[in-house]
């Protein structure tokens, strides 16, 4: 969708939230193939399952159905009978037109949409460092030092959480490699050595873990509503490992979406949300960890010049790869007084990303993503002294001095308590 389009829509969402009525749409946006029918389902399903939340919903999710989205979403409202708001939207899409038909978006170029081969052809790849053992845990290199923290606070329940029990908790790991020819998604090779990495180091944490590979967005969704579902009374923690290519889309709280291998997303924020109280009532309480590693967008960080900048950084070895998907639209604002009250208590839980949102995050097909790979590095080295938080600082300070191009992990980071593994 053009930005105007989308700005259209943002001006008038708290409207359309109010006004527009649902349950009449459905066939009319299928048969315009607006919306597949597993998209529909997840509307229908979104927050409480209201008009309010569908609406809201259905709002959001057409900012990412192309270019001629609104145009279709605008019959669709004239053939349900819903004239006040088509007109509302028709009338002013054509003034927003007259009044600078040559320059679309206020002056500014129209976007390009690119292909992937058209973004980052092979030659122009950047050849960056492989992420061997990170430099930044060796003292001096990165301000770490190698001291580990007094053991008092792993034993003080106010200060820590206590993961005690055997196992300590599920770990569910989505590993999405090869993505149907209609997707217009590449194969993700090297990701399997990130799965198996992930696989073994949560074995050691004491997670029971379970491997689901290639699966649709509609899969994914049944993988973790399953895991949901389960009981887990007798376990302290849960974790959701998820590899797969991503994109920047519409939130209220937790950026980013995942592609099954069908190419549809899956929000970062359904994912989040399916482990919350009402989902995951065994949970609460509880924390419970989500690793992603996918691209939260198209930019490439070039990064800046810093004197303490390591020769061996500037190496180039193999060609890596982005685990992004160009032909996303970018980030969306949300209307704060429509959105307020649909958000949940984010307690107990951390979301570690692989970039920072809007930008790719680098794989090498022959070792793995660089943040995975750090991440099992750092968590071998630390993990038996240290918290999680601390840890994802050694490993957002290793992958931040790698390459050419850049990258920066981080995290949403609601948890209680300090949390340390058990090793």
Same mark, same amino acid.
């Given at each position: $969708?053009?930005?105007? &389009?989308?700005?259209?829509?943002?001006?008038?969402?708290?409207?359309?939230?109010?006004?527009?009525?649902?349950a009449?749409l459905?066939d009319a946006?299928?048969?315009r193939?607006?919306?597949?029918?597993? $998209?529909i389902?997840d509307?229908?399903?979104?927050g409480?399952?209201?008009?309010r939340?569908q609406?809201?919903q259905?709002?959001l999710?057409l900012?990412?159905? /192309?270019?001629?989205?609104?145009?279709?979403?605008?019959?669709?409202?004239?053939?349900?009978?819903?004239?006040?708001?088509?007109?509302?939207?028709?009338t002013?899409?054509?003034?927003a %037109?007259?009044?600078?038909?040559?320059?679309?978006s206020?002056? %500014?170029?129209?976007?390009?949409?690119?292909g992937?081969?058209?973004?980052?052809?092979?030659k122009?790849?950047?050849?960056?460092?492989?992420?061997?053992?990170?430099?930044?845990?060796?003292?001096?290199?990165?301000?770490?030092t190698?001291?580990?923290p007094?053991?008092?606070?792993?034993?003080?329940a106010?200060?820590?959480?206590?993961?005690?029990?055997?196992?300590?908790?599920?770990?569910?790991?989505?590993?999405?490699v090869?993505?149907c020819?209609?997707?217009?998604?590449?194969?993700?090779?090297?990701?399997?050595?990130?799965?198996e990495r992930?696989?073994?180091r949560?074995h050691?944490?004491?997670?029971?873990?379970?491997?689901?590979?290639?699966?649709?967005?509609?899969?994914?969704v049944?993988?973790?509503m399953q895991?949901a579902?389960? &009981?887990?009374?007798?376990?302290? *923690?849960?974790?959701?490992?998820?590899?797969?290519? /991503? *994109?920047?889309?519409?939130h209220l709280?937790?950026?980013?979406a995942?592609y099954g291998?069908?190419? *549809?997303?899956v929000?970062?924020?359904r994912?989040?949300n399916t482990?919350?109280?009402?989902g *995951?009532?065994?949970?609460?309480?509880?924390?419970k960890?989500?690793?992603i590693?996918?691209?939260? /967008?198209?930019? !490439?960080d070039?990064?800046?010049?810093?004197?303490?900048?390591?020769?061996?950084? !500037?190496?180039?070895?193999?060609?890596?790869?982005?685990d992004?998907?160009?032909?996303?639209? /970018?980030p969306r604002?949300?209307?704060?007084?429509?959105?307020v009250?649909?958000?949940?208590?984010?307690?107990?839980?951390?979301?570690?990303?692989?970039?920072?949102?809007?930008?790719?995050?680098?794989r &090498?097909? %022959?070792?793995?993503?660089?943040?995975?790979?750090?991440?099992?590095?750092?968590?071998?080295?630390w993990?038996?002294?240290? &918290?999680?938080?601390?840890?994802?600082?050694?490993?957002?300070?290793a992958v931040?001095?790698?390459?050419?191009? %850049?990258?920066?992990?981080?995290?949403?980071n609601?948890?209680r308590k300090k949390?340390?593994?058990?090793?």
């Amino acid at each position: $969708m053009n930005e105007a &389009d989308r700005l259209l829509l943002r001006r008038y969402r708290v409207r359309l939230v109010g006004e527009l009525q649902v349950a009449s749409l459905w066939d009319a946006l299928l048969s315009r193939e607006l919306f597949t029918p597993d $998209m529909i389902e997840d509307i229908q399903r979104a927050g409480s399952g209201s008009r309010r939340d569908q609406a809201r919903q259905l709002i959001l999710d057409l900012e990412t159905r /192309g270019s001629q989205a609104l145009p279709l979403f605008i019959s669709c409202l004239e053939d349900t009978g819903q004239d006040t708001l088509a007109s509302l939207l028709k009338t002013s899409r054509q003034a927003a %037109k007259q009044d600078d038909p040559s320059k679309p978006s206020q002056g %500014k170029l129209a976007p390009v949409v690119l292909g992937p081969e058209e973004l980052w052809p092979a030659k122009l790849r950047p050849e960056v460092l492989r992420p061997e053992v990170p430099r930044a845990v060796d003292a001096g290199s990165g301000g770490f030092t190698d001291v580990c923290p007094q053991d008092r606070a792993k034993g003080n329940a106010d200060l820590a959480y206590v993961l005690n029990a055997d196992p300590c908790g599920h770990c569910l790991i989505i590993n999405n490699v090869n993505f149907c020819r209609e997707s217009g998604l590449r194969a993700r090779t090297g990701s399997n050595i990130d799965c198996e990495r992930m696989r073994r180091r949560f074995h050691l944490l004491q997670f029971v873990v379970e491997v689901k590979c290639d699966l649709t967005a509609k899969q994914m969704v049944q993988a973790l509503m399953q895991l949901a579902r389960q &009981d887990h009374s007798a376990l302290d *923690c849960c974790m959701v490992v998820i590899l797969s290519h /991503g *994109c920047q889309a519409s939130h209220l709280q937790f950026p980013g979406a995942v592609y099954g291998t069908d190419g *549809c997303p899956v929000s970062v924020e359904r994912i989040v949300n399916t482990f919350n109280g009402t989902g *995951c009532p065994s949970l609460r309480g509880k924390p419970k960890l989500f690793f992603i590693q996918a691209c939260g /967008g198209e930019q !490439k960080d070039h990064g800046f010049e810093v004197e303490s900048t390591s020769p061996e950084d !500037k190496t180039p070895s193999s060609d890596p790869e982005a685990d992004a998907t160009p032909f996303q639209e /970018g980030p969306r604002s949300i209307d704060e007084p429509d959105a307020v009250s649909s958000l949940p208590t984010p307690s107990d839980i951390l979301v570690s990303y692989s970039t920072f949102p809007g930008f790719v995050s680098w794989r &090498d097909p %022959k070792s793995g993503s660089w943040y995975i790979e750090t991440l099992d590095s750092i968590f071998e080295q630390w993990a038996h002294c240290e &918290d999680l938080q601390t840890l994802l600082l050694r490993v957002a300070n290793a992958v931040s001095v790698k390459g050419i191009y %850049k990258q920066m992990p981080g995290c949403f980071n609601f948890l209680r308590k300090k949390l340390f593994f058990k090793t």
